[in-house]
């Protein structure tokens, strides 16, 4: 958790904070954006390097098509539109595992402008602007541990040089550490959906940075803000920016001046600190590339990979309640990610009642997932198991009761559905008509003042006849063929 510098409620209150993010995503290519070096994570390093990745002189850069395709989809995605011709820009500035001395990356021109996410608040829906997405290349990475002489050398491993980026930078819209969570949960999965990106936070495949400042409420100059950097969770940036709000208006309130700088969140103390002061955008002397030729993205090209678009998040929520009868709440859960989505739509499809597979996952799963702390995609019941049992249900071949008894043991083995129906034998539940029928006589035997309100023209009376028999048959009893046996009996 966060630990907050003790500010008081009152002074809490007169400020609002004012945040923007920048999210590096890394796509998904085979190979570099300006070289054919692998992109493989977790290579020997140094291993996939050329003399374009190295910076040597006289190598030149040739875009990689996959790069821009993928850059464009999640643009495209983020609800960007699509600037048909960008430049590319060197980016100056001197770091060890920078060895051209320069990134290439884009400026004014970038790729795609004016998009936005939208995310949930207290007050409804709001709508977070996204102010460009542009293409660039990544840098290499120090290695400070994992060889001989860390102790007192570092090392750099240049593999991920050249790695192509998209970065996607938010408009100063976010009002609060929660709604920057939202912005980037929702971000996350918009661009697991396209497929761009396995936005691997423990691999470096999405990187966030965090602007944040704050302003008494009603202002409308921006504080001097302060960036947070190399924040490697969600929930880390959360504990962050709150930490920051807290620390930036207990500054203020007791006199003192913001500092413009970059500063690095320690997880375990839940602090940031100061690291340097900020570089000024024109430190970096950006100036158009002259190796590569302006990006022309046009309108044949941009429809070519507006055909790949997904169906998105959002709009897939709202299709499958509609087509499922499951809650909002519930369709969260079954399309946190694409391919659970998929699984489920797959199998409730396939099945005879798919607002049954809909109903089981939130009756017999989501509880007894949430009792053993897992996410629905660690389920020991897979989505294809859930069907079947669903299935069963429909045909009359196990009870409400059966399905259950097989969901604990499922849990309790960790085994899929099909598999411990099949290791206990495939049991169906009793037709036999012979017991039924001696309950049904002796329930309807019992009961004369409902028989006779029953044949009186009050059909809903069925209702406590079969509550009746199921009681006495301890749940085992088939609901479809009680309600078969009763209706003859009592009609006859
Ligand atoms: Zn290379």
Not at 325 to 335: C, M, P, Q, R
Not at 402 to 419: A, C, H, I, Q, T
Not at 438 to 465: C, H, L, S, W
Request: with cysteine.
């Amino acid at each position: 958790m966060a630990t907050t510098p003790d500010t008081s409620v009152g002074a809490r209150a007169k400020y609002e904070p004012v945040i923007g993010l920048e999210v590096h995503v890394q796509l998904l290519t085979a190979s570099k954006i300006f070289c054919s070096c692998s992109t493989r994570f977790g290579d020997a390093p140094n291993t996939n390097v050329c003399p374009v990745c190295l910076g040597l002189p006289g190598a030149l850069p040739v875009l990689n098509r996959k790069a821009v395709d993928f850059a464009v989809l999640a643009a495209m995605a983020l609800n960007c539109e699509i600037r048909e011709t960008s430049i590319f820009a060197r980016k100056n500035y001197f770091y060890p595992d920078l060895p051209k001395g320069y990134q290439i990356s884009q400026y004014d021109k970038p790729l795609a402008e004016h998009g936005w996410i939208e995310v949930k608040t207290p007050e409804g829906m709001k709508k977070i602007g996204i102010t460009r997405v542009h293409l660039e290349e990544d840098a290499g990475k120090s290695l400070h541990e994992g060889f001989a002489e860390a102790a007192d050398k570092t090392a750099i491993d240049l593999n991920r040089t050249g790695v192509p980026l998209i970065e996607i930078v938010s408009e100063p819209d976010i009002a609060s550490p929660d709604e920057a969570y939202d912005y980037l949960t929702k971000l996350k999965e918009i661009i697991l959906y396209t497929g761009v990106s396995d936005c691997n936070m423990e691999e470096g495949s999405l990187r966030c940075d965090a602007n944040i400042s704050v302003r008494p409420r009603g202002q409308k100059e921006f504080g001097t803000k302060t960036e947070v950097k190399n924040v490697n969770s969600f929930r880390f940036i959360r504990e962050a920016l709150e930490y920051e709000i807290e620390r930036q208006i207990g500054v203020i309130e007791s006199g003192g001046k913001i500092s413009q700088e970059t500063r690095l969140y320690n997880a375990d103390e839940g602090k940031t600190y100061g690291m340097r002061s900020k570089e000024q955008a024109h430190d970096y002397r950006y100036f158009p590339e002259p190796d590569l030729l302006p990006l022309v993205v046009d309108e044949k090209w941009q429809a070519e990979i507006r055909r790949m678009l997904p169906e998105l998040p959002e709009a897939r929520r709202q299709r499958m309640v509609g087509d499922y009868g499951i809650t909002e709440k519930d369709v969260v859960a079954l399309t946190a990610t694409k391919a659970l989505a998929d699984q489920f739509e797959a199998a409730a499809k396939a099945a005879k009642n798919p607002k049954r597979v809909a109903n089981l996952v939130q009756s017999e799963l989501v509880g007894r997932l949430r009792a053993k702390g897992l996410e629905i995609e660690q389920s020991p019941v897979s989505m294809k198991g859930v069907a079947m049992s669903a299935d069963l249900v429909e045909s009359g071949a196990i009870s409400g009761k059966m399905l259950k008894d097989f969901y604990d043991l499922s849990f309790e083995r960790g085994k899929d559905f099909p598999v411990v129906y099949e290791e206990e034998g495939r049991p169906e539940q009793s037709r036999d008509t012979s017991s039924l029928e001696k309950i049904i006589d002796e329930i309807v035997v019992a009961n004369p003042k409902q028989v006779e309100q029953y044949r009186a023209g009050k059909k809903t009376m069925i209702g406590f006849f079969v509550g009746q028999v199921m009681k006495a048959s301890k749940g085992q009893a088939n609901p479809q063929l009680v309600n078969e046996l009763l209706g003859k009996k009592l009609d006859g």
